[in-house]
């Protein structure tokens, strides 16, 4: 069976892209404009990229059992892959040039409201 056919990742897909949209509606609700989705490069992918007057917001969504579970299911790896990302994210979008920028975690877990962390870890960590 190919990963693409296999139930179980479908079914996990199904789970993050409905998480990445609730995400996605609390920082709309919070004033943020959502610039980017799940932008991938060679050095990793962002789930959000959002903005909010001179802030943009490279935001990772985690969906976990509790949201205790979510807001450690980053791991230092997890985060260069982030930063890699966010610097080819930048790269592309001159627009961006003199934006401040901030790394954010949306915890989700199931039949809670997503929660926000601000500034959840930075550039070098």
Excluded: N
């Amino acid at each position: 069976m190919t990963p693409a056919a296999d139930p179980t990742r479908r079914s996990a897909e199904r789970y993050g892209r409905y998480a990445e949209t609730a995400a996605a509606i609390l920082l709309m609700l919070k004033g943020y404009r959502i610039l980017d989705r799940r932008f991938r490069s060679h050095g990793g992918e962002i789930d959000l990229v959002v903005r909010r007057g001179r802030l943009i917001a490279f935001v990772e969504v985690k969906l976990r059992p509790t949201r205790d579970a979510a807001l450690a299911g980053i791991s230092a790896a997890g985060r260069t892959r982030i930063v890699a990302a966010a610097t080819a994210w930048t790269a592309r979008h001159g627009e961006a040039a003199g934006c401040d920028y901030r790394f954010d975690v949306v915890a989700c877990a199931p039949w809670r409201w997503p929660h926000h962390v601000s500034g959840a870890f930075d550039a070098a960590a």
